[in-house]
């Protein structure tokens, strides 16, 4: 299971910054250092909750969940989970 979180670059294509995949019950990533470095460090917020909540790598799925409803700009995009493993 796992996330590809996409940069927009010039010229208007894509490259991945990151590859996030779920290990065990915690996410690790693969990628931009510095991006990967603040996502540990500030986590994202999980909007299924009421009060959005912050969560971190640690949370395991909940956090790869989320990473699709954060990044969806046309700047950063995340991808989506696979169907199977929702």
């Known amino acids: 299971m796992k996330v590809e979180i996409y940069r927009l670059k010039k010229g208007k294509t894509q490259e991945i910054i990151a590859t996030c ?6 996410v690790v990533f693969e990628g931009n250092e510095k991006f990967i470095s ?12 009421k009060p959005p909540r912050k969560i ?13 409803d954060t990044f969806k700009s046309g700047y950063l995009v995340a991808s989506d989970l696979p169907e199977d493993s929702i």
């Open 21 to 26: 995949s779920l290990i065990g019950e915690k």
């Open 38 to 49: 603040r996502l540990n460090r500030v986590g994202i917020l999980d909007k299924s909750t």
């Open 56 to 68: 971190f790598p640690a949370d395991g799925v909940i956090f790869l969940r989320g990473l699709r």
